[in-house]
């Protein structure tokens, strides 16, 4: 299920109760941290996030993928982050949430995003040329910004596979690049590739082996050449360790998984990266918890005691990174 003919009846994000990304990041800038970035596609997720959010009184931005979108139904997922505004004003003490697209691929989707109530939006075209990334990501600003909405661009290739974005192979940023690209494209933020990848299985590690390092030399070099500009890692799961050895323990099988150590992106997030996102760490969580319930209770058949459980782990995640990973509670 995809779009429906509710797409075309355009809303602002303001009327759902969202906000850009603009100030949220020159906070995240001044005060080194990073805004966290979670995908959600169902409701327990959703709600996960913002219980986790507002209890550690940080910002958020929720993203929504474009195999999300159409999981979930474009429509339907308009209401449910409206929801989790109402929901969150209900808990008392809202924090600011924007609504993100992540790996937009086409200028079309992003314009269905924005006319649909996104209050900001990525345009992914680092694939392409540079000439073409250019004039991609300028033609999403061009429509995004008469509409207040920010758009984030990307320089640079990330490996691994997650959700329906896969390279085979990682290209670094080129910091040459950067300055040429924020110019000419207007974006308000730049997704960069300095050794995080997408997925579980981001690194292939023999035995004995540690994950390599990100690549900070090219990060203070971009910083150098667009400074204050704001800065986005994608493929940031950590991938712990305790949730794999759970999922395998409760019969799943999964075997050579690897992520990016908290203490780097804890170190990131102190510089001009000021989102990071995550999305695998949330699947394995909820995944561990399920198969948990299955294995201890294999006669259970409500979802509701199998995915309330998961939801409660979520939340006990969520709340670690913005404390520990992101430095981004307390920040409201």
């Given at each position: 299920?995809?779009?429906?003919?509710?797409?075309?009846?355009?809303?602002?994000?303001?009327?759902?109760?969202?906000?850009?990304?603009?100030?949220?990041?020159?906070?995240?800038?001044?005060?080194?941290?990073?805004?966290?970035?979670?995908?959600?596609?169902?409701?327990?997720?959703?709600?996960?996030?913002?219980?986790?959010?507002?209890?550690?009184?940080?910002?958020?931005?929720?993203?929504?993928?474009?195999?999300?979108?159409?999981?979930?139904?474009?429509?339907?997922?308009?209401?449910?982050?409206r929801g989790a505004i109402e929901m969150m004003?209900?808990?008392?003490?809202?924090?600011?949430?924007?609504?993100?697209?992540?790996?937009?691929?086409?200028?079309?989707?992003?314009?269905?995003?924005?006319?649909?109530?996104?209050?900001?939006v990525m345009i992914d075209a680092s694939s392409?040329?540079?000439?073409?990334?250019?004039?991609?990501?300028?033609?999403?600003?061009?429509?995004?910004?008469?509409?207040?909405?920010?758009?984030?661009?990307?320089?640079?290739?990330?490996?691994?596979?997650?959700d329906e974005v896969s390279a085979e192979k990682?290209?670094?940023?080129?910091?040459?690049?950067?300055?040429?690209?924020?110019?000419?494209?207007?974006?308000?933020?730049?997704?960069?590739?300095?050794?995080?990848?997408?997925?579980?299985?981001?690194?292939?590690?023999?035995?004995?082996?540690?994950?390599?390092?990100?690549?900070?030399?090219?990060?203070?070099?971009?910083?150098?050449?667009?400074?204050?500009?704001?800065?986005?890692?994608?493929?940031?799961?950590?991938?712990?360790?305790?949730?794999?050895?759970?999922?395998?323990?409760?019969?799943?099988?999964?075997?050579?998984?690897?992520?990016?150590?908290?203490?780097?992106?804890?170190?990131?997030?102190?510089?001009?990266?000021?989102?990071?996102?995550?999305?695998?760490?949330?699947?394995?969580?909820?995944?561990?918890?399920?198969?948990?319930?299955?294995?201890?209770?294999?006669?259970?058949?409500?979802?509701?005691?199998?995915?309330?459980?998961?939801?409660?782990?979520?939340?006990?995640?969520?709340?670690?990174?913005?404390?520990?990973?992101?430095?981004?509670?307390?920040?409201?």
């Amino acid at each position: 299920m995809g779009n429906t003919v509710a797409d075309s009846k355009t809303v602002s994000y303001k009327e759902l109760g969202f906000v850009n990304t603009r100030e949220m990041f020159q906070d995240a800038m001044k005060n080194g941290y990073a805004v966290p970035a979670y995908n959600f596609n169902n409701m327990e997720q959703l709600q996960a996030i913002i219980t986790a959010c507002v209890g550690s009184r940080s910002p958020v931005i929720l993203q929504v993928s474009k195999g999300a979108r159409d999981y979930a139904n474009s429509t339907l997922l308009r209401w449910m982050g409206r929801g989790a505004i109402e929901m969150m004003k209900e808990m008392g003490k809202p924090v600011p949430v924007a609504l993100h697209l992540d790996h937009g691929d086409t200028f079309e989707l992003c314009k269905s995003c924005i006319d649909s109530g996104f209050s900001s939006v990525m345009i992914d075209a680092s694939s392409k040329p540079f000439a073409e990334n250019v004039a991609l990501t300028k033609k999403v600003v061009e429509y995004a910004h008469q509409r207040d909405v920010t758009v984030e661009g990307e320089l640079g290739v990330l490996a691994g596979i997650e959700d329906e974005v896969s390279a085979e192979k990682s290209h670094y940023t080129d910091p040459k690049d950067v300055e040429a690209f924020v110019k000419q494209t207007g974006a308000d933020s730049l997704a960069i590739s300095i050794g995080t990848s997408h997925g579980a299985y981001k690194f292939k590690l023999k035995p004995g082996q540690s994950v390599p390092p990100l690549r900070f030399d090219i990060l203070k070099e971009i910083e150098k050449r667009i400074p204050g500009f704001p800065i986005v890692l994608h493929g940031s799961s950590s991938v712990p360790p305790a949730y794999i050895e759970m999922i395998n323990k409760y019969g799943g099988k999964m075997e050579g998984t690897a992520g990016i150590p908290e203490e780097q992106l804890r170190q990131a997030a102190k510089s001009a990266v000021c989102k990071i996102n995550i999305d695998s760490d949330g699947r394995l969580v909820m995944t561990a918890a399920v198969r948990k319930v299955f294995q201890e209770k294999p006669g259970e058949f409500d979802p509701r005691k199998y995915l309330g459980p998961a939801r409660e782990e979520l939340i006990k995640m969520y709340m670690d990174k913005n404390e520990k990973v992101l430095g981004s509670a307390g920040r409201c």
